[in-house]
């Protein structure tokens, strides 16, 4: 991804309490998928200062990879990141179905 900031940051998932080690391109709970509003338009970039709750919208399977697309809760705000490594791919698979 161009100008992509790597940031290994560990975190606590807001939505479901998921304990979430950071690798540096993790920017979601890989159990939810849920996220918070910390990147404006450069996943990395952490430059909002919204900070609220990134609903996971819909996924779709490209290029061998799957793209997460969010909205924030707060503000509205719409973002799409690539799947982590970590992700549960069932949840992923309902999430892509949930997209049609």
């Excluded at 996924?59 to 503000?75: P, Q, S, V």
Aim: hydrophobic share 25%; proline share 3%; charged share 40%.
């Amino acid at each position: 991804m161009r100008n992509f900031i790597r940031k290994k940051e560990d975190f606590v998932c807001e939505k479901c309490g998921t304990k979430v080690g950071g690798d540096g391109y993790t920017d979601h709970c890989p159990n939810c998928f849920w996220g918070k509003h910390v990147d404006e338009k450069i996943p990395g970039d952490r430059k909002s200062e919204c900070g609220g709750l990134m609903r996971p919208m819909r996924a779709i399977y490209e290029k061998g990879r799957f793209k997460i697309f969010y909205k924030c809760e707060d503000c509205g705000h719409e973002f799409r990141v690539r799947e982590g490594k970590n992700d549960t791919r069932e949840r992923l698979l309902e999430l892509s179905r949930q997209s049609y």
